[in-house]
């Protein structure tokens, strides 16, 4: 894979002559700005050979970089050893931007990247640095499609309908809702470009990218129409139908480009930058009026409907289930003398989830990493570096499911066997104090995410800790493992929690070469109080999964947090234990006994 990788440099090297292109940028997006990409635009994995979900490649014509964020510095370091290509630290003082970087090299007097691949906000964001450089940027050559002469095809998988009792609001519906949002900021007219935001407003699904049941297309609503662009074997009859039906119209794939192009002059277009390829910007006819605002789609899809938060409901009760005869089978397996291997783990995981008549497939690749791989945050097994597990030591499970009925996301953190040393016990209270702390927030209406992220953090802060990713995230319903808008993170997010919304709660700490910690459940934002202080929220958690009683330090939790974590873990054996039988019952009943001081 090395020589392939140096040979993969060298024909983009090529292409960029053949251009006079000193550098060329690789952003890990796709033409719809996926996070989860299919294997024909995976572009910055093909040029690096890193797969972690987020990372962005820069070519320069004698030297390569690869720029990600501290989940993948571990991940990055062992993918990149021996390629060439400098893996560069993002977020720390010393790592200078790509921006910076470009403009300090020397010798770089144009700097390509592909329109189609990259965000209008990142391409403007790049063209103002540079250029105020003296910088020229080509922004129209798909130079890693001319390098990458072996690309797969874009996917053409059938789109299905996903039917009412699931989704709970028909095409039509949603499409009066968008419009309603767009009238209230002024606009008429808006573009879907994320796949996600596809499936949802046209109530289709299909599986054209790993993980994610998600398809090909693009979609514009104007005042007069609503269209759908997808390849014409895409759409069988019933789903054609199914368009037909809800007023949609149906167009070849690219011809959204054009029709972005010819948008009549009393167009108010609402633009996402952060949603739409820097290829619909530049297509936007100049004299239209450009509302630059969050998708209204992307907020209505946010906030489940009541069918959906049943559909949650539900299935993290058998998703719970699942899980817990998973960790039977482990215990009894590693007691028997098995040894599997992280890898394996994964795939025996998969198939308690796959006897659920409503099981598609995994939400992303299960997480499965035992004593220092738990370490590395998104650690992906292979058969050739998977630990075997063994019954002591840390073990790190972060998976999921997509269901039609919802999608799981859920960590556990387990001892395997043998008694945890202070130090784990510490560190995992530490993260599960984080974790209990957001789950039982109190907050006023109009909060961000940001506001919340101390609750997660103060217990490991107060210790000298810390963790680096995000601690919650957006999800899906049957779509996306990971969605926006809202988040909660150190990191500033204009977007305030509303009621309806799904996210995860996931702090965490890593200590390198030893084990990894993570806690994760999902939590639905539900009313809390109305005062004479205004309206107040708080957090409904969702996921159903027993934690491990072993590893609680009970001397480091408050009496409100110990009672927090005991009612938990008797609502999951009271939510899950009538879906299993009378054997694995007791064996959580045993797994979810009360802890006191």
């Keep these: 894979m090395k020589k392939e990788i140096k040979n993969r440099l060298q024909a983009l090297r090529d292409a960029m002559r053949q251009e006079h292109i000193d550098a060329y940028i690789i952003p890990s997006s796709d033409h719809h700005l996926s996070e989860y990409t299919p294997d024909c635009w995976k572009d910055r994995e093909w040029i690096s050979g890193f797969n972690g979900s987020a990372g962005t490649a820069v070519v320069a014509l004698d030297e390569a970089g690869l720029w990600t964020d501290s989940r993948y510095f571990l991940q990055g370091a062992e993918q990149l050893e021996g390629t060439t290509i400098i893996l560069r630290k993002d977020g720390l003082a010393e790592t200078p931007s790509i921006s910076d970087y470009l403009r300090k090299k020397g010798g770089i007097k144009r700097v390509g990247f592909f ?60 499409v009066k809702r968008v419009r309603e949002a767009l009238a209230n900021k002024g606009a008429n007219t808006v573009i879907v470009n994320m796949l996600c935001e596809l499936a949802w407003l046209f109530n289709i699904r299909s599986n054209d990218v790993a993980y994610n049941p998600v398809g090909i297309g693009y979609g514009l609503i104007t005042k007069d129409s609503v269209n759908i662009y997808a390849f014409a074997e895409k759409l069988p009859m019933e789903t054609q139908k199914h368009l037909e039906e809800n007023g949609v119209t149906i167009k070849p794939y690219e011809a959204i480009y054009a029709d972005v192009a010819t948008l009549p002059q009393d167009t108010v277009l609402s633009f996402d930058p952060q949603r739409n390829n820097y290829a619909f910007y530049r297509a936007i006819p100049s004299g239209i009026t450009v509302v630059e605002q969050l998708s209204p789609i992307t907020l209505l899809k946010a906030v489940k409907n009541e069918t959906e938060y049943r559909g949650y409901v539900d299935v993290m009760r058998r998703d719970g289930a699942a899980l817990t005869r998973f960790f039977i089978w482990l215990e009894g397996a590693l ?38 791989h738990g370490a590395i945050v998104h650690y992906s097994a292979t058969p050739e570096s998977s630990y ?170 408050t009496d409100k947090e110990l009672n927090w974590y005991n009612d938990y873990q008797a609502r999951v054996y009271r939510e899950v234990s009538p879906l299993l039988s009378i054997e694995e019952a007791a064996w959580l009943k045993e797994k979810t006994a009360p802890l006191s001081k």
């Design 115 to 174: 329109e189609k691949s990259m965000s209008t906000r990142e391409a403007l964001a790049y063209k103002k640095a540079l250029e105020t450089a003296g910088i020229e940027v080509v922004t129209d050559k798909d130079l890693v499609a001319i390098a990458r002469k072996d690309a797969p095809k874009i996917p053409r998988n059938p789109f299905f309908v996903m039917p009412l009792e699931y989704a709970g609001e028909r095409t039509v519906d949603k």
């Design 388 to 557: 075997k597990l063994e019954p002591n030591g840390m073990f790190l499970l972060d998976s999921g499911g997509q269901y039609f009925d919802g999608t799981t996301d859920i960590t556990r953190t387990v001892s395997l066997g043998g008694k945890p040393s202070e130090e784990e016990k510490g560190d995992y209270t530490r993260v599960l104090k984080g974790h209990i702390q957001l789950a039982m927030a109190i907050y006023p209406e109009g909060t961000r995410g940001s506001q919340l992220d101390i609750l997660a953090r103060k217990a490991l802060w107060d210790n000298s800790q810390n963790y680096g990713h995000g601690t919650g995230h957006g999800i899906g319903y049957f779509l996306n493992v990971h969605e926006g808008p809202q988040s909660i993170r150190m990191d500033e997010n204009p977007t305030v929690l509303q009621v309806g919304m799904v996210t995860s709660n996931e702090p965490g700490i890593y200590i390198a070469g030893k084990y990894g910690i993570r806690i994760e459940n999902l939590v639905r934002t539900i009313p809390y109080s109305e005062t004479d202080f205004g309206k107040f929220l708080t957090f409904e958690t969702l996921t159903l999964c027993y934690l491990d009683n072993n590893l609680v330090e009970v001397s480091l939790l």
């Design 335 to 372: 007691a028997n003398g098995e040894r599997p291997t992280e890898y394996e783990i994964g795939v025996k995981l998969s198939s308690f989830r796959a006897v659920d008549k409503n099981y598609v497939n995994d939400s992303f690749a299960t997480i499965a990493g035992f004593k220092g």
